[in-house]
Nanobody
Framework: QVQLVESGGGLVQAGGSLRLSCAAS????????MGWFRQAPGKEREFVGA????????DYADSVKGRFTISRDNAKNTVSLQMNSLKPEDTAVYYC?????????????????WGQGTQVTVSS
């Protein structure tokens, strides 16, 4: 079992930046691939990005590629999502998720554990 707690959300103007963090506790963090997802009001949860358990491989949704960066620190049991050049359409609740195993996936159903989410609001 692993427990995940996101932080760092808030209100930012378009073009601004935010850095989300996800702190993990419980089982050894390095055995989990990690993903970030988001859900806007009235929409389904969508993939944002993911990182392998070693941190050596990442993947991003096309909508955030080149603007968002995922990183992890296995010594500190954290995964981060650096979000730059934010747009109003990035407004959503952002969730981190953990999947036991080497590989990450882009579908939410492949993840075993979820945080409670953190709100990101981008004003125009």
């Amino acid at each position: 079992q692993v427990q995940l707690v996101e932080s760092g959300g808030g209100l930012v103007q378009a073009g601004g930046s935010l850095r989300l963090s996800c702190a993990a506790s419980g089982r050894t963090f390095s055995v989990y691939a990690m993903g970030w997802f988001r859900q806007a009001p009235g929409k389904e949860r969508e993939f944002v990005g993911a990182i392998s358990r070693s941190g050596g491989s990442t993947d991003y949704a096309d909508s955030v590629k080149g603007r968002f960066t995922i990183s992890r620190d296995n010594a500190k049991n954290t995964v981060s999502l650096q979000m730059n050049s934010l747009k109003p359409e990035d407004t959503a609740v952002y969730y981190c998720a953990a999947r036991f195993g080497i590989s990450y996936y882009t579908t939410s159903g492949q993840y075993d554990y979820w945080g409670q989410g953190t709100q990101v609001t981008v004003s125009s």
